[in-house]
Nanobody, 117 residues
């Protein structure tokens, strides 16, 4: 089945860390142009948090620079989002989107991240 699946969300205290995983079908990873991590908090628009393109070049939203790191493991068909020094404002549902050659997009179902005491 052609899909992307997120995992790794959970409840963490402020200052803590989580690592999210975006596992893609092999065919997606073979032909992807880029993968992005997005998040959406209740009542807010979905926003791009971090992205990585095929060459490995990365991009981050200003709000997460220096705290989040996106990386990819080609052997495991997986893109990670390492989130450190988490803040309550990071609470959201996090989604992974893969874009393949031709522009087709594949979204995951999302994983919830809650930062709270």
């Amino acid at each position: 089945q052609v899909q992307v699946v997120e995992s790794g969300g959970g409840l963490v205290q402020p200052g803590g860390s989580l690592r999210l995983s975006c596992a893609a079908s092999r065919i997606i990873f073979t032909y992807f142009n880029g993968v992005g991590w997005y998040r959406q908090a209740p009542g807010k628009q979905r926003e791009l948090v971090a992205s990585v393109i095929r060459s490995g070049s990365t991009n981050y939203a200003d709000s997460v620079k220096g705290r989040f790191t996106i990386s990819k493991d080609n052997a495991k068909n997986t893109v990670y989002l390492q989130m450190n020094n988490l803040e309550p404002e990071d609470t959201a549902t996090y989604y992974c989107k893969a874009v393949v050659h031709g522009g087709r997009e594949y979204w995951g179902q999302g994983t919830q991240v809650t930062v709270s005491y």
